[in-house]
């Protein structure tokens, strides 16, 4: 074996022990993979495409209002673990609310939709546990795999034969399907009828991912498990977030009530972290009632992103043909979807943009959000802008 001289006995300075971070910031910036933040002012004059705000709530006062009053009512904070002291009547509310809106028994909310993710693929899993997860998936549910200690299976983007040749030569004693119901950045739908059939057919659980899918699709934006008839379903669990189209922060587990309850009991990611902020809680309630009684919010995102994917490709851009309220547009490479988006910004458009690793077939876009209030004239804008700062190559 060869032998290498323990760190401690190089005369390191302290500070030379993180000159490594130097070497990888370089090694990304020469990849073009350097990513900032930027601070956002309050009244940012920018037309706004890059959020995940798909219905336009996040400012609605129907949604802060009830954010507003669940923070004086109940505090800035939630106090501590669900199990302890951070359930309150908002929680409980929000939860009977969200599994009706959605057509499931129950649901159980999280800090995030990351952590309910996390919980989701750790209870539900065990070592003899095989999970078939779509190549495209979520890095949440990426990592949910990795924490579950089971086999994971890596199936080919949505490819229900595939998972179901998986399913089929599985040695384990369970076997959980894991999908995205809208993907992230292609804005692309999962088949869903076919995956569940074939979980169905061979004794596994479906767990559906539907972050991007809640607010815009199913009848007045009940989700993907609705539309696709899912909802209710004795073996299918849905997560959710709730900072996407609800405009707040948060995220849910939705589902049969024993999985709620095992999850209650068992879950790290419910166990071990703070409660939901009332403020958010409150929130996701004042959207979620918003949307009931204003179901037609949900049809108008996906008809601007169909709208707005129709114009771009008619202006020589290759833009995805959107299932839900995400269109991408492809960029010829990395620096170029970077200096696009930045032309993009300068012109008054804010817009995503998705580079490896974020983007798991290496192809550079910028991601626009069809969100359902914007005006035709906001669309004819964001065309025009984008058109005009398209760099060479990538037309189609
Ligand atoms: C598909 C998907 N799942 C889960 C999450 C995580 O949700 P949250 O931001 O609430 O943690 C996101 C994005 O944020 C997402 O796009």
């Known amino acids: 074996m060869a032998h290498r001289t323990a760190p401690e006995q190089q005369t390191l300075t302290p500070a030379a022990v993180f000159d490594w971070l130097d070497e990888a910031a370089e090694l990304r910036a020469r990849a073009g993979l350097t990513r900032t933040l930027r601070s956002r002012p309050a009244d940012d004059p920018v037309l706004d495409l890059a959020s995940n705000d798909y219905l336009g709530l996040v400012h609605h006062p129907a949604v802060t209002g009830a954010a507003a009053e669940a923070a004086l009512r109940w505090g800035g904070g939630s106090t501590g673990s669900r199990l302890v002291t951070g359930t309150t009547a908002l929680h409980t509310e929000l939860e009977e609310e969200l599994a009706a809106f959605c057509g499931v028994e129950a649901a159980l909310v999280f800090s995030s939709g990351y952590t309910a993710n996390l919980a989701a693929l750790t209870a539900l899993t065990d070592p003899d546990t095989l999970i078939v997860s779509d190549a495209n998936n979520h890095a949440s549910l990426i990592d949910g795999c990795r924490l579950s200690r089971s086999d994971v299976h890596r199936a080919p983007h949505s490819d229900p034969a595939a998972v179901a040749a998986a399913l089929a030569a599985r040695t384990h004693r369970r076997a959980l399907v894991v999908t995205d119901s809208v993907f992230s950045v292609d804005g692309n739908a999962a088949r869903l009828p076919e995956l569940s059939a074939a979980a169905r057919a061979h004794g596994a659980a479906l767990l559906v991912d539907d972050a991007h899918g809640l607010g815009v699709l199913g009848p007045g934006g009940a989700g993907a498990l609705a539309a696709a008839g899912l909802a209710g379903q004795p073996d299918t669990v849905a997560t959710v977030t709730l900072s996407k189209s609800l405009g707040s922060q948060g995220g849910a587990v ?137 760099p060479a190559g990538a037309a189609g």
Not at 277 to 300: F, I, N, Q, S, T
Not at 302 to 326: F, H, K, N
Not at 347 to 353: E, I, P, T, W
């Open 254 to 390: 939705l589902g049969p009530r024993r999985v709620v309850r095992h999850l209650t009991e068992t879950a790290r990611t419910f166990i071990f972290d703070t409660g939901l902020a009332p403020a958010a809680a409150g929130a996701a309630l004042g959207a979620l009632r918003l949307l009931r009684a204003e179901p037609h919010r949900a049809e108008r995102a996906r008809e601007v992103a169909r709208t707005l994917s129709a114009r771009l490709v008619a202006a020589g851009l290759v833009a995805s043909a959107p299932d839900a309220a995400v269109v991408s547009v492809r960029a010829p490479g990395p620096e170029a979807a970077v200096a696009w988006a930045a032309d993009c910004r300068t012109a008054g458009l804010a817009v995503g943009c998705f580079r490896p690793p974020s983007v798991p077939d290496g192809v550079s876009r910028l991601r626009l959000t069809a969100r359902g209030d914007l005006t035709d004239r906001q669309i004819a804008d964001a065309v025009r802008i984008i058109s005009a700062t398209a």
